[in-house]
């Protein structure tokens, strides 16, 4: 919100959500709303499709995609990329760049950044490993399962691509460069 909210101001921003009903695809839509609900700056505008099995179902549910770009083009300022088998293809992306005028200000893999969405945030799969071993460890050495606590990810890997933030007059803040590291691209 911190960089989305430069551009938009006084009325709340409107982004867009083209997405299957693969369960962790409704799952996403269903906690953004609930986030939204607490936020009045904040608005998901969502268009579901049905799920094909991939690879096969992929140009299905691609025509799909175009039929709700089209659907919600004038109703959003932004689109945010659903999870899923869909959602994680890279020719989601391009369909989404190729179809609209809208940036994509949420991408869902690091990839999206790479061909021109906003920004990127997903759990360090490399830390993840680590503490998943350290559980497995624990777990073997005899710790009970049930009374390790559940816990987030400890570390993200966040993206973001300059030219687009630049593109849509957005300064990005010096924290958030820092967080990104290595992960900023033009």
């Known amino acids: 919100m911190r960089l989305v909210e430069q551009r938009e101001g006084d009325r709340p921003v409107r982004f867009g959500f083209i997405h299957s009903d693969y369960p962790s695809a409704v799952g996403d839509i269903k906690a953004l709303n609930a986030i939204a609900a607490d936020m009045p700056d904040v608005d998901f505008v969502a268009h579901q499709l049905p799920y094909r099995e991939v690879p096969d179902g992929l140009p299905a549910m691609l025509a799909d995609v175009e039929k709700g ?22 020719v989601y992306t391009q369909t989404l760049l190729a179809g609209s005028d809208r940036p994509i200000v949420f991408g869902t893999k690091l990839s999206s950044v790479k061909m ?71």
């Open 69 to 90: 770009i089209a659907a919600l083009a004038d109703r959003i300022d932004y689109w945010w990329e659903p999870s899923g088998p869909l959602g994680e293809t890279d």
């Open 116 to 186: 021109g969405a906003l920004l990127h945030v997903t759990p360090d799969w490399e830390a993840s490993g680590r503490e998943t071993a350290a559980i497995a460890h624990a777990i073997l050495n005899g710790a009970d399962p049930g009374a390790i606590p559940v816990a987030p990810p400890g570390t993200f890997l966040l993206g973001l691509n300059l030219a687009t933030a630049l593109r849509l007059n957005i300064v990005v803040p010096p924290d958030l460069m820092q967080l990104a590291g290595p992960h900023v691209y033009r």
